[in-house]
Nanobody, 121 residues
Framework: QVQVVESGGGLVQPGGSLRLSCVAS????????MAWYRQAPGEQLDLVAS???????NYTDSVKGRFTISRDNAKNTVYLQMNGLKPEDTADYYC???????????????WGQGTQVTVSS
């Protein structure tokens, strides 16, 4: 099994910053793709940023220049540094990990439970 746990959400004023962390643990052979998604109330789940094992990064247009995704492969951890937060960034943020478990050759996607980010004055 692979467990994914996010942390770092909270309440912040517009223009403020937060850093989200996501740790994957368990019987992991390799982690390929790591990503952050978000879901605002009443909205669909949207990709925010992703990073491959080789370091290729992708951002949704609305966060470019404000958010930075990074990963620590030794710690099976992905981060999302969020600066210049806006009220429209308010959402539940979810970590998604594509990993191969030990003893298998199959990539599976694993989700965390989410962490809430609220941007409000």
């Amino acid at each position: 099994q692979v467990q994914v746990v996010e942390s770092g959400g909270g309440l912040v004023q517009p223009g403020g910053s937060l850093r989200l962390s996501c740790v994957a643990s368990g019987s992991i052979f390799s982690i390929n793709h790591m990503a952050w998604y978000r879901q605002a109330p009443g909205e669909q789940l949207d990709l925010v940023a992703s990073i491959t094992s080789g370091g290729s990064i992708n951002y949704t247009d609305s966060v470019k220049g404000r958010f930075t995704i990074s990963r620590d492969n030794a710690k099976n951890t992905v981060y999302l540094q969020m600066n210049g937060l806006k009220p429209e960034d308010t959402a539940d943020y979810y970590c998604n990990v594509r990993a191969t478990m030990r003893g298998t050759s199959v990539d599976l996607y694993y989700w965390g439970q989410g962490t809430q980010v609220t941007v409000s004055s």
